[in-house]
């Protein structure tokens, strides 16, 4: 969809045509569920933050700004959505006493035909997910959009409502914690090489 025509759909929908809606859901929908996933880790709460934020996103549309952009607009909503699942899961946590209870993803690495590198690699990936289940919804989030996404610090901070240096300060505190999480990984590296 070329940017005339998204403009014309999303005018369209904002005076109350359900069909100019479906489309921006089509034309978005994907990206917005790959950012929810990267951001709670599983495809049930990827799923739920995007049907919720599309809810949102159509209840608010009066709102929308149309010298926005409606994706960027939309990003901000399910990056929002997305923290709310995450807080709930860190006080579903608390409340029950449970370290692990989510599904968390496991990814191979591209590199390395050898089964050592591989299962080192998914040792890699899964202490990632889970260091990411240990960080706040704020530097989770941070973490997402500035290592996953490819964000700036900038486009951080507007998409979380944060100043430039609090945005750095919750990238910084994240790395810092997945750091002290894959430390004792890069020691048994060491000594294997030693």
Not at 117 to 139: F, H, K, N, V, Y
């Amino acid at each position: 969809m070329d940017a005339g025509d998204a403009a014309a759909a999303l005018a369209r929908a904002r005076r109350g045509d359900g069909d100019a809606f479906r489309v921006l859901v089509e034309h978005h929908g994907k990206g917005a569920f790959g950012l929810a996933f990267r951001l709670t880790g599983n495809a049930e709460d990827a799923e739920e933050v995007v049907q919720e934020s599309f809810l949102k996103a159509y209840r608010q549309l009066e709102r929308f700004e149309a010298r926005s952009n409606f994706g960027t607009w939309l990003h901000r909503i399910v990056v929002n959505c997305a923290m709310d699942v995450l807080r709930a899961r860190q006080s579903r946590r608390a409340r029950e006493h449970v370290s692990e209870v989510d599904d968390v993803a496991e990814w191979l690495p591209d590199a390395g035909p050898c089964p050592e590198q591989l299962a080192r690699g998914a040792e890699i990936e899964r202490r990632i997910e889970s260091s990411l289940d240990e960080l706040t919804p704020q530097e989770r989030a941070a973490f997402t959009l500035r290592h996953r996404e490819g964000c700036s610090i900038e486009e951080i901070g507007r998409t979380l409502g944060l100043q430039t240096s609090a945005a750095k300060h919750a990238v910084f505190r994240a790395v810092r914690k997945l750091r002290v999480t894959l430390e004792p990984l890069r020691a048994q590296a060491a000594r294997r090489e030693a």
